[in-house]
Structures are given as C-alpha cells and as structure tokens.
C-alpha cells in the first residue's frame, strides 16, 4: 500500500502537533525533576514526541487501511510503519532542532 501526498500531508500535520507539544513536554519533566532520573533531557523529549507522533500516526494509517479495505496482515501494518517512520526520519534535524531551541 502507497501513500498519497494528501497521506503524506497528514502525517506531516500530526508530526508538526507532536512536536508543537515540547514546550509541554518540558513543562512535564521540569515539574517532575525530583521523581524521574532523567540522564539526557532532550533525548527524553525526542522520545516523547516519537510517541506521540507513532500513537497518532499509527491510528491515521490504521483507518486508511481500514477504509481501503486492506487485508491487516503484519506485512501490510509494517508497510504503512515504516512509511510514517520515513516521514519522521526525514524531518529529525528539525524535530531536535526545536527541542535545542527550548
């Protein structure tokens, strides 16, 4: 199964909400200091947006694949996960980019 570009597009949307979640994401771990031992603060963040953007991005290509009545064999779920993990991979320079800037 390939993606189109209104796919990519959306993909893209929910990684930009992902990432406009950093300020929160520090907000969180600054609030949580004494609890959490946190060696590396901005690959802790790096890993929060990763979640967020598998989470949402993951249940976006579970529908398309739902409404394209795609068979959910393991081969075509890894398909559309690599191809959302592609779209986060070309966009991690300014993914930590962001995450140095806060």
Not at 9 to 18: D, F, K, T, V
Not at 27 to 53: A, F, P, R
Not at 67 to 75: I, L, M, R, S
């Amino acid at each position: 199964m390939k993606l189109s570009i209104d796919d990519t597009r959306e993909l893209e949307n929910l990684l930009q909400i992902a990432t406009s979640q950093i300020p929160k994401y520090f907000n969180l771990i600054n609030s949580t200091k004494e609890q959490w031992d946190i060696k590396n603060m901005h690959e802790c963040i790096l890993g929060m947006v990763l979640q967020k953007y598998i989470h949402d991005s993951g249940q976006y290509l579970t529908n398309k694949r739902i409404d394209e009545n795609q068979p959910g064999t393991v081969e075509n779920t890894m398909k559309l996960f690599d191809a959302g993990i592609e779209i986060f991979n070309e966009h991690i320079s300014d993914i930590k980019r962001q995450i140095y800037e806060n």
